[in-house]
């Protein structure tokens, strides 16, 4: 066993970072004085992982859309009882989600800490599929689909995300498609299980009210050592350019919802992450609240307070994106072009730029204030290569010359732009 | 109360309350203003929008959100929400606590007086706020009012919602209508300014990591300078079930459908409703949950939600057309069976513990803590510490749940219907 104390000298704390024996990599923050703990137990398996292999398969397999996400609604079932009721036997909240590169699940106590972290490591790791519970899931997701289908907020997002690659599998929507999960059944669960469920591809972290050496007494008990298996996940070859230009969908909405993507090439670990700070405080400082753009735009009605810049990262893709509620998305488009323009001819100015990395310190300090924050943002960093405090350092980082040239990199010809209009009622 | 949270008044009708606690990384510093829902609601919620732009001080929005971002990213936000019968109407702001500060800032006392300086020194030209400003602040709230199509559930929810308690103030959207949003001028916005500040009773409730010292005379100054006339506090009043519910149906071109039921109750034992509601359709051990969902795979969400200040309990779920009748039927049978007793210890203790972690959760967030203090303000006779309200939680028996459950009366029923299904 391996363990580390991480330490951050600018907020005065220390937590714990361990690679367990059994393949697991398990993060510890015990925080004074809060009356719950928070841990998670996740997965770097998501939707996009559609087709894989390990080192015992001949050939790499690629399984039905959304098959991640059912997963996750499956494994809280156990041959005797339902996970969530011995969660809820202790008052305990817990829940699972699904994203395009990971799956999690989490409870939230305020006592019988031990008795619900058994819970979490017992279920997640027997997982119990028939053809009868598996096939009972598929009225529950359907419905879970078709909510979607009606929102126009996550539609122009999938359909942006549709439209700017053309084989990369974040194009799939998380819980797939109705037809898709038609076709899930134990075999292929119990096949993705196998694979992803591999403690080696794990990571359980804590934060709150709670005991550390509780806690690793428990892994130590519970935890059944994984060997690493090799395992492959293909995120297909992507051409540069976008797929389409424009998509449009109808929906009832009040405003026109539009998002603008720029299709950038994937970054991986702490690169993805460096670059995530650096794009960010350049979309912050160019289109921000305080920004010239802001003011005018919002002044005129052109944006409102919806009006949105920033990155939307994972395993295998990196996107800026500009998105809001508007009267007329297009002229939104011409307005961040010529924004854009003007800025790479006459600079971010700089003393902007200072107060967006101050703001960015702000921010991701207040994050240690929460426990599930906490919690899950020591999981996320460990799926990015980081521990939790590389993110302050990360963006303390930046630099001036950085964000301009993340500014250049900004090419409104390889963007496309997504609308949800306003269906007649 | 006041000792507790040493809630004490600093003007008339105007109350200050600090919670410290050291554990937290930021302050939150929240100014609540009440009033009852009225047609006055539209022009009140128009008001936190223009106040939270800039002030005489910070005379534009990109002066004030820089110096906003300069202290650390400090977010300056608005609510207007409905409680029961009364329209409330919060600006706060969420600060860095001081010891995070680079150069030594004091962040908090900067930030809650540019709070102070957006609620009581806006940016005025000649006497009123300035009229474009207002036209599109006007125009925003009322594409707001129109998103709520965006989300189905809600827009069902709040249909609703309205049929419930129609002719009851409840049943004035916080927002107002968009009529009356239009409508709104120059002199009205002034008026229902100096309504609000001059008017309204006040909450001020600062929780977070500091002592606030001295805050609440700077509030203090700020509310001696207005010639304060309070209005008469009107509580909210339990709601009547209507003689014969009523059943109302839209249908659009949607996916799902979504139906939600509303149930009255005159009983005034929160805590016996509270836990029959969670035991009903709370938590995914609720029956709704393991029945409607879990065994009959009809929806993906079914849960019930229960409101103190009218007296009202919801069932609400989203379904394919074709199962609707099945869902209605399942969700009514299930109230049938807690109405009956047919419910065990082990189920009724499990739902208390969930109830009680909440609580206890809820004590772990800035927003959390507002949120439980303004609801102990508002509603004193409910308790006030977690404590106390574990003990009330603690304290509910089955015949309390089984007396619950048989008080509530249908009042309305609204189905958002798909076209879609509808052809099939």
Redesign the interface.
């Known amino acids: 066993m391996k363990k580390e104390i991480l330490t951050s000298s600018?907020?005065g704390e220390s937590c714990t970072r361990i690679k367990h024996d059994s393949g697991l990599t398990i993060c510890l923050y015990p925080?004074?004085?809060?009356?719950?703990a928070f841990a998670i137990f996740g997965t770097r398996y998501g939707s996009v992982d559609t087709t894989f292999k390990t080192d015992a398969d001949a050939d790499f397999i690629t399984v039905p859309e959304g098959i991640a996400h059912y997963l996750e609604h499956k494994l809280f079932e156990g041959e005797e009882c339902?996970a969530?009721?011995k969660f809820?036997?202790?008052?305990?909240?817990?829940n699972a989600y699904t994203t395009f590169d990971a799956t999690a699940y989490h409870f939230?106590?305020?006592?019988h800490f031990g008795q619900n972290l058994r819970t979490l490591l017992d279920f997640v790791q027997n997982p119990y599929f028939t053809d009868e519970n598996v096939q009972?899931?598929?009225?529950?997701?359907a419905?879970?689909i078709?909510?979607y289908?009606?929102?126009?907020?996550w539609r122009v997002f999938f359909n942006g995300l549709q439209a700017i690659y053309h084989n990369n599998p974040v194009r799939i929507d998380i819980a797939g498609t109705v037809e898709s999960i038609a076709q899930i059944n134990k075999e292929l669960l119990y096949r993705c299980y196998n694979t992803f469920y591999n403690l080696n591809n794990m990571t359980l972290s804590i934060a709150?009210n709670f005991d550390p050496d509780e806690a690793l007494r428990i892994c130590d008990e519970m935890l059944k050592p994984a060997r690493d298996t090799g395992l492959q996940a293909i995120i297909p070859e992507e051409p540069p350019t976008i797929k389409e230009k424009r998509v449009t969908q109808k929906l009832?909405?009040?405003?026109p919802l539009f998002q603008l993507s720029f299709k950038r090439p994937n970054l991986k670990g702490r690169e993805s992450s460096r670059q995530y700070f650096i794009y960010n405080m350049m979309l912050d400082s160019a289109f921000?609240?305080?920004?010239?753009f802001?003011?005018k735009h919002?002044?005129s009605?052109l944006i409102?307070?919806t009006f949105d810049a920033s990155v939307f990262k994972g395993r295998g893709f990196f996107i800026p994106m500009i998105s809001g509620?508007a009267r007329e998305p297009d002229r939104v488009v011409e307005m961040v072009d010529k924004e854009i323009s003007r800025l790479k001819k006459e600079g971010i100015p700089e003393e902007?730029f200072e107060?967006?990395k101050?703001?960015?310190?702000?921010?991701l300090?207040?994050a240690?204030?929460?426990?599930g924050a906490v919690a899950k943002g020591m999981m996320n960093a460990d799926f990015n290569e980081l521990n939790i405090y590389d993110n302050i350092e990360m963006a303390a980082a930046v630099t001036y010359e950085e964000a301009m040239e993340a500014l250049d990199t900004l090419d409104i010809g390889n963007s496309n732009l997504s609308v949800v209009e306003p269906?007649e009622? | 109360m006041d000792n507790l949270y040493n809630r004490h008044k600093i003007a008339d009708e105007v109350y200050f309350t600090s919670i410290t606690d050291t554990k937290f990384k930021i302050n939150r510093v929240s100014v609540l203003f009440i009033t009852q829902l009225s047609k006055n609601a539209a022009v009140n919620a128009v008001i936190p929008r223009m106040l939270t732009k800039c002030s005489a001080k910070l005379d534009t929005m990109t002066k004030l959100n820089k110096r906003l971002a300069e202290l650390y990213s400090a977010s300056l936000t608005f609510n207007v929400f409905p409680d029961g019968d009364n329209q409330i109407i919060e600006m706060s702001i969420n600060v860095l606590n001081n010891r995070y500060a680079l150069n030594s800032e004091d962040i908090l006392r900067d930030s809650a007086q540019i709070l102070l300086d957006c609620i009581f020194d806006p940016y005025l030209e000649n006497g009123q706020f300035p009229a474009q400003s207002l036209e599109l602040e006007k125009q925003n709230l009322m594409d707001d009012n129109d998103a709520e199509i965006n989300n189905k559930t809600q827009y069902a929810y709040l249909k609703a919602y309205e049929e419930a308690f129609r002719g009851e103030p409840a049943a004035v959207r916080s927002g107002g209508r968009n009529e009356e949003v239009a409508a709104v001028t120059v002199e009205s916005a002034m008026e229902a300014y100096r309504r609000i500040i001059s008017e309204m009773r006040a909450e001020i409730i600062c929780v977070g990591e500091s002592d606030f010292t001295g805050l609440d005379t700077i509030f203090a100054e700020a509310f001696g300078k207005i010639s304060r006339r309070p209005e008469k506090y009107e509580k909210s009043a339990v709601s009547l079930a209507k003689n014969e519910p009523v059943r109302l149906t839209e249908t659009l071109s949607i996916e799902q459908c979504k139906l939600v039921m509303f149930m009255k109750t005159p009983l005034r034992k929160r805590y016996a409703l509270m836990v029959m509601q969670s035991l009903y359709g709370g938590t995914e051990s609720s029956k709704l949950f393991q029945n409607v969902r879990e065994k009959m795979s009809l929806c993906y969400y079914c849960y019930s939600r229960y409101g103190y200040a009218k007296g009202f309990l919801t069932t609400e779920c989203g379904v394919d057309g074709n199962n609707l009748e099945k869902a209605e039927a399942e969700c009514l049978n299930q109230l049938e069976e807690i109405r009956k007793g047919h419910f065990t210890d082990d189920e009724v203790n499990k739902i208390k513990l969930f109830i009680i972690n909440i609580l206890k959760s809820s004590t772990d967030t800035v927003s959390g803590v507002t949120s439980k203090c303004m609801s102990g303000i508002m509603y004193p006779e409910n308790a006030v510490t977690i404590d106390e309200m574990i003990g009330n939680i603690n304290a509910v028996t089955n015949e309390d749940i089984i007396e619950a459950a048989n008080s509530l009366v249908p009042d309305t029923v609204f189905i958002l219907r798909s076209d879609k299904e509808a052809a099939e």
């Open positions: 600018r907020l925080m004074k004085g809060y009356s719950t339902n969530m009721d809820a036997a202790t008052g305990a909240y817990s939230t106590c305020s006592s009972k899931e598929q009225g529950i997701i419905q879970e078709k909510n289908l009606d929102d126009p907020g709150g009832y909405c009040a405003l921000g609240f305080f920004s010239p802001f003011t919002y002044d009605g409102n307070d509620d902007d107060i967006v101050k703001a960015t310190y702000g921010d300090i207040s240690f204030n929460n426990v269906l009622r």
